[in-house]
């Protein structure tokens, strides 16, 4: 268990409005990573963070946007949504070279979105 | 173009009867391979790290091995639990880990 808590873990919204997704952790970790899930695509990456107020673009960026403003608080913005960005969104970490597992990504529950 | 497959897209098999699940992939330079199992409305669960071709790692019923173009996830005896889809991901440079579509495992009493 990493410590990731995702929320909301269900949602349901109209095509046009905003929704904003929170992932949260509890150990204090540099890395965070916002991936959504789509059958027959995998884990595919839409931003990643690697510090407070530091964070770049993975390969989904487009209509995604992220904040950082606190080490345990990660945020995944949809500015408007659309029905593609229908998924399931997972959070996940990863530990610092000092835990002795520096590559390994855990990863939160998930929040199932629909975009209607 | 870094690139993970993963094959079979199903596999059924009975309880006890041993099989493998395979990993291919093409990347610039190789920086890691991860195995992870995902339970149906869960987050993928970690379960191995390989860095180099002839290395293995062992976790009860699974053991995955790794060459230089693909990796095994071999599971012996399998039990219902181990139902579940199993993933693959490889670390393609510092900051870019690639994830495979998985192969959804069904373990039949």
């Known amino acids: 268990d990493a410590g990731i808590t995702q929320s909301p873990r269900h949602k349901v919204t109209e095509t046009g409005t905003p929704v904003t997704l929170r992932c949260h952790q509890t150990?204090?970790?540099?890395?965070m990573y916002w991936y959504r899930q789509d059958p027959g695509h995998g884990l595919r990456l839409i931003h990643y963070s690697y510090g407070v107020k530091d964070t770049d673009k993975g390969e989904v960026s487009d209509g995604y946007s992220v904040s950082r403003s606190k080490t345990e608080d990660f945020l995944l913005t949809l500015e408007s949504a659309t029905s593609s960005q229908t998924s399931v969104y997972f959070c996940?970490?990863?530990?610092?070279?000092?835990?002795?597992?520096?590559?390994?990504?855990?990863f939160g529950p998930g929040t199932r979105l629909t975009v209607l | 173009e870094d690139q993970v497959t993963q094959s079979p897209e199903a596999l059924r098999l009975q309880e006890g009867e041993s099989s493998s699940l395979n990993c291919s992939y093409t990347?610039?330079?190789?920086?890691?391979l991860f195995w992870y199992r995902q339970d149906p409305g869960k987050g993928p669960e970690f379960l191995f790290t390989?860095?180099?071709a002839g290395e293995e790692k062992e976790k009860e019923r699974l053991k995955a091995t790794l060459t230089k173009k693909e990796s095994f996830l071999h599971i012996t005896a399998p039990k219902p639990e181990d139902s579940a889809t199993y993933l693959c991901a490889v670390k393609a440079s510092y900051d870019k880990v690639i994830f495979g579509p998985g192969t959804s495992l069904s373990v039949i009493p």
């Open positions: 990347v610039s330079g190789l920086r890691g």
């Open positions: 996940a970490i990863r530990r610092g070279i000092t835990s002795g597992s520096s590559n390994e990504q855990f």
């Open positions: 390989l860095y180099s």
């Open positions: 150990e204090n970790h540099r890395y």
